[in-house]
């Protein structure tokens, strides 16, 4: 199948999500509820004369909806689901909003950017360190794409597998944070059979009325590519977050930093 070919059919599975993703199974809803003063009828007015008038390109581009899991890196024991809001860039690029639930008042947490293998290959050895492989996450039927028939989340996978992602989360909202306070976190994804908190996954499978067991097994004839080196740092001992140091303090230096895994 040529290059354009493919690309016509994984845009039309794209489009196909965007009209479905409402489908995908019973609201997940965030985590907080955040302080402050509740809307007026004022402002309610304003939203909606907004949402009439003015035009948004890049939320409207926003047309695949992924569910998958996290951890922070360096604490595998720490683990949040996140609700992937993505657009393709290219056939080689996808960027994600990550939401902590799926309904109207679900707080954003952070942001993951997804590249080939290619593009991945071609990074400094130092920023590999940062990205993550989506092997396991794929094979495993941890991600899934909601709503949308089996055919097409199996071609959604197919693309996602080779792939790599960046993920930074803002507002630590699985632990009970109720403003984005404190730093951006890195956070990575699993890699091997029994990381993922079993009873998370069992939450998450049973509001979507889904088995990850069965999309495992759908998934099986997917070929799991091998990890380009340099991904997946942390099982290496390689665990990077960034640096509190203020900048003006240490303008030479680079503001990410080794932790120690077991610190809390």
Not at 18 to 38: L, M
Not at 245 to 257: A, F, I, K, S, Y
Request: aromatic fraction near 6%; charge should be negative; proline fraction near 6%.
């Amino acid at each position: 199948m040529s290059i354009i070919a493919r690309s016509i059919r994984w845009h039309i599975h794209l489009m196909l999500a965007c009209a479905v993703a409402a489908c995908g199974g019973h609201n997940t809803a965030s985590n907080v509820q955040a302080p402050g003063i509740e809307g007026t009828a004022k402002t309610r007015l304003l939203e909606t004369a907004a949402a009439v008038v003015q035009k948004k390109p890049p939320i409207d581009a926003l047309n695949v909806y992924l569910d998958g899991f996290h951890f922070y890196n360096g604490r595998i024991q720490a683990q949040v689901e996140a609700h992937h809001f993505c657009s393709i860039v290219n056939e080689e690029v996808i960027q994600c909003v990550i939401f902590d639930g799926n309904t109207r008042e679900a707080k954003l947490m952070g942001v993951e950017y997804i590249i080939s293998k290619h593009l991945f290959e071609t990074l400094p050895s130092d920023e590999k360190l940062l990205w993550h492989s989506h092997v396991h996450e794929v094979k495993s039927g941890q991600l899934i794409a909601p709503g949308i028939p089996a055919w097409a989340e199996h071609e959604v996978m197919e693309k996602i597998i080779g792939t790599y992602g960046k993920t930074w989360h803002i507002w630590h909202t699985d632990q009970n944070l109720a403003l984005p306070v404190g730093q951006p976190l890195l956070m990575m994804g699993f890699t091997a059979p029994g990381q993922a908190h079993a009873d998370m996954v069992h939450s998450r499978d049973q509001r979507f009325n889904i088995h990850s067991q069965d999309k495992r097994k759908e998934r099986e004839s997917i070929t799991a590519p091998p990890i380009a080196p340099g991904a997946d740092a942390w099982q290496q001992g390689l665990i990077l977050q960034l640096s509190m140091e203020p900048l003006q303090q240490n303008p030479d230096v680079h503001h990410l930093r080794q932790t120690d895994p077991s610190s809390p």
